[in-house]
């Protein structure tokens, strides 16, 4: 009779969020190396106050400025901390007491409305930061390459309006589970709720919209960049234009492409493990079943990875700042605008284009 509960209680639930991983095992396998809670807890913490010290750094910085090509590109940044962290605070708030209390889902969530919620925070904290690197870096690519075709540059309002687009996109995948489209399921090691990667048609769908929509995020902030990156080279080494650089482009374009670098490293293995795994598994006959153990241990290896993101985030606008960069490197000074690039400008241009 023992033997025969579990397998009724699994088939129970396996139209529920309880269907892919078994919640009762996780609590033996809780103190596994792979599913430490003390990395949860310990990076958590971390990722907090390093998001934390950033957002002071940002808002102290902001006032002080009164270039609006870099008060737009830091409030792209701020948008980026802010979901850093509230991704870490919404996400941790629900994992770590897990961990520590080891409480049991099917009591305490039996309709599944706490696992679709940290499903969604996942994915609407997990897909903004991919598209908000694309999208600083489209900004970038146009005001370096075609610095002439506005006359103005974005303001600030404008800016948070397009991180609130960003916001509402996201936001709108997150919900696409909720609304019938693919389901969120708890994962191993029963602490957290993420996307379904079984092979019946909708969770295929879900997870390659997620999984490509990230690729494709992470590979139009590379061609941007280096498209940007190639421009700024090509003009600075100028023999006219050696000594009229300026500094602030540079540093834009550091922090940009230590965002993407990050982004890529780790965000590529998952991304690419999802439409791997959903794909290799699509000649199944597409019923709900178990996913494998191995396949959930290395998803939790690829979310552990994605964590680095968040943390990692903050610190490349900390340290690749002017004022800290110009300690490192010395030679570092203001110089004229990116504008004084371009020697041959009428006059009257130039005071319209330098009036910001």
């Given at each position: 009779?023992?033997?025969?509960?579990?397998?009724?209680?699994?088939?129970?639930?396996?139209?529920?969020?309880?269907?892919?991983?078994?919640?009762?095992?996780?609590?033996?396998?809780?103190?596994?190396?792979?599913?430490?809670?003390?990395?949860?807890?310990?990076?958590?913490?971390?990722?907090?106050?390093?998001?934390?010290?950033?957002?002071?750094?940002?808002?102290?910085?902001?006032?002080?400025?009164?270039?609006?090509?870099?008060?737009?590109?830091?409030?792209?940044?701020?948008?980026?901390?802010?979901?850093?962290?509230?991704?870490?605070?919404?996400?941790?708030?629900?994992?770590?007491?897990y961990h520590f209390i080891k409480f049991a889902w099917t009591e305490v969530d039996p309709g599944c409305h706490l696992c679709n919620f940290l499903g969604f925070s996942m994915v609407f904290f997990g897909q903004c930061p991919l598209l908000?690197?694309?999208?600083?870096?489209?900004?970038?690519?146009?005001?370096?390459?075609?610095?002439?075709?506005?006359?103005?540059?974005?303001?600030?309002?404008?800016?948070?309006?397009?991180?609130?687009?960003?916001?509402?996109?996201?936001?709108?995948?997150?919900?696409?589970?909720?609304?019938?489209?693919?389901?969120?399921?708890?994962?191993y090691p029963g602490s957290w709720c993420f996307l379904t990667l079984l092979p019946d048609t909708g969770n295929v769908i879900f997870c390659l919209l997620f999984a490509l929509l990230g690729i494709f995020s992470v590979l139009l902030s590379f061609i941007f960049n280096t498209v940007s990156v190639v421009t700024l080279c090509r003009v600075y080494h100028d023999r006219e234009?050696?000594?009229?650089?300026?500094?602030?482009?540079?540093?834009?374009?550091?922090?940009?492409?230590?965002?993407?670098?990050?982004?890529?490293?780790?965000?590529?293995?998952?991304?690419?493990?999802?439409?791997?795994?959903?794909?290799?598994?699509?000649?199944?006959?597409?019923?709900?079943?178990?996913?494998?153990?191995?396949?959930?241990?290395?998803?939790?290896?690829?979310?552990?990875?994605?964590?680095?993101?968040?943390?990692?985030?903050?610190?490349?606008?900390?340290?690749?700042?002017?004022?800290?960069?110009?300690?490192?490197?010395?030679?570092?000074?203001?110089?004229?605008?990116?504008?004084?690039?371009?020697?041959?400008?009428?006059?009257?241009?130039?005071?319209?284009?330098?009036?910001?």
């Amino acid at each position: 009779g023992n033997m025969e509960r579990p397998n009724r209680s699994t088939a129970d639930r396996l139209d529920t969020c309880f269907g892919v991983f078994n919640a009762t095992d996780g609590r033996s396998d809780a103190q596994n190396s792979i599913a430490s809670p003390w990395f949860s807890t310990a990076f958590g913490l971390i990722g907090l106050c390093s998001n934390l010290f950033a957002l002071c750094v940002l808002i102290s910085s902001s006032r002080k400025l009164s270039s609006r090509t870099r008060s737009s590109f830091l409030v792209f940044l701020c948008g980026l901390v802010v979901t850093d962290f509230m991704g870490l605070l919404v996400t941790a708030s629900v994992i770590i007491p897990y961990h520590f209390i080891k409480f049991a889902w099917t009591e305490v969530d039996p309709g599944c409305h706490l696992c679709n919620f940290l499903g969604f925070s996942m994915v609407f904290f997990g897909q903004c930061p991919l598209l908000l690197g694309a999208t600083m870096a489209g900004e970038r690519f146009f005001g370096i390459n075609h610095p002439f075709s506005r006359s103005t540059s974005i303001s600030k309002r404008r800016a948070w309006s397009i991180v609130g687009l960003v916001w509402g996109f996201s936001c709108v995948l997150g919900l696409l589970p909720v609304l019938g489209l693919g389901q969120y399921t708890l994962q191993y090691p029963g602490s957290w709720c993420f996307l379904t990667l079984l092979p019946d048609t909708g969770n295929v769908i879900f997870c390659l919209l997620f999984a490509l929509l990230g690729i494709f995020s992470v590979l139009l902030s590379f061609i941007f960049n280096t498209v940007s990156v190639v421009t700024l080279c090509r003009v600075y080494h100028d023999r006219e234009s050696v000594q009229r650089r300026r500094d602030s482009e540079v540093e834009m374009m550091v922090q940009l492409v230590g965002i993407m670098t990050i982004a890529t490293i780790c965000w590529m293995p998952l991304l690419i493990f999802m439409v791997q795994t959903v794909l290799q598994q699509l000649p199944a006959d597409g019923r709900a079943r178990m996913l494998p153990t191995e396949t959930q241990e290395m998803l939790l290896i690829y979310i552990r990875m994605v964590t680095w993101n968040q943390i990692l985030d903050p610190w490349v606008y900390i340290l690749f700042r002017r004022a800290v960069l110009q300690r490192v490197y010395p030679s570092l000074r203001p110089r004229p605008s990116i504008l004084s690039l371009y020697p041959v400008l009428n006059p009257s241009l130039r005071r319209k284009f330098t009036a910001d």
